[in-house]
């Protein structure tokens, strides 16, 4: 494990990302629901994170604009959504990052998150990494389920020539065949080989597309404990995972959010293979 590139630092608010940091968890529902989901999952996610002492930013999407289905709950908007984000944000003390879709977003969403996140889907799309690039804050790349991983680099170009180094980039499995996503563990240790902080989500690597979220047959969440510690062994800066207080009622990628009860025990074993990959040189 002597090989393990090292990283730049990437600041989020008090969170430290790369650079030897320990590593941090990027959690929330899939998106923004209503107030009562909001508070349970808010509750528990920051509890469980503090017990651990891994820091955290706290993640859920005002609007999902890649669903299946235009009649699918997509999210309580942008106007709605930053204002739940900067409640999250002021009672819990814990940075926010949600997704843009658009350059113009960019700048609205920039005033309340503190991490802007680039859907996989619109990974490739200039004007949006630029105008994200240009808000300053750190800036979440999701790989494309399309791209070859060391193909990031052009992404993380664009981003640095607005002179915005506060750069993260999260593979989130590739496409293999129809509908099918597959993770090549290869991929976290070439894009770290970049020098900005890897993120790992795992739970977006076992969405089956073409099916809908809600269905069970939406996603293979059984694979979720054996894929984080397959990443965590690789020596990832950021473990991503969606996690909803009962998913079988969630709005969006019910089919592949962990279940907040299982969180704990997978995000210990999680820290303890972290801990043997830092031990050996990460």
């Known amino acids: 494990m002597k090989n393990i590139a090292k990283t730049r630092l990437v600041e989020v608010g ?3 990302i790369g650079a030897g940091n320990p590593m941090v ?3 929330g529902p899939c998106v923004i629901e209503d107030a009562d989901v909001m508070k349970r999952a808010a509750d528990s996610i920051c509890a469980i994170a503090d017990k651990l002492k891994m820091p955290l930013i706290f993640k859920s999407s005002y609007v999902k604009d890649n669903r299946s289905s235009e009649e699918s709950y997509q999210g309580p908007g942008l106007e709605k959504g930053l204002e739940i984000l900067a409640h999250i ?54 790989k494309g389920q399309f791209l070859d991983p060391a193909d990031m680099e052009k992404v993380i170009g664009k981003i640095e020539r607005t002179g915005n180094k506060n750069i993260l980039l999260t593979e989130r499995g590739a496409s293999f065949g129809y509908h099918n996503l597959v993770v090549d563990m290869r991929s976290l240790v070439t894009m770290r080989a970049l020098g900005y902080p890897v993120v790992y989500d795992p739970t977006h690597s076992v969405r089956v597309y073409g099916i809908s979220s809600s269905d069970p047959a939406g996603g293979r969440p059984e694979f979720i404990p054996a894929l984080t510690r397959a990443g965590v062994a690789t020596g990832i800066d950021v473990l991503f995972i969606e996690s909803h207080p009962c998913v079988a009622e969630a709005k969006c990628d019910a089919a592949s959010q962990l279940p907040i009860d299982q969180l ?4 210990r074993q999680s820290l303890e293979i972290d801990a043997v990959v830092r031990a050996q040189g990460n």
């Not at 960019?106 to 990974?123: F, H, M, N």
């Not at 704990?264 to 995000?267: A, G, P, S, T, V």
């Open 89 to 142: 944000r002021e009672q819990y003390k814990v940075p926010v990052l949600s997704d843009v879709h658009t350059p113009e977003e960019a700048k609205r969403a920039a005033e309340v998150l503190d991490v802007l996140q680039i859907p996989a889907y619109l990974s490739m799309q200039t004007s949006l990494a630029i105008a994200a690039g240009k808000t300053g804050k750190a800036v979440n790349i999701k």
């Open 25 to 27: 968890l990027i959690c």
């Open 14 to 16: 008090s969170v430290k």
């Open 264 to 267: 704990e025990n997978l995000l």
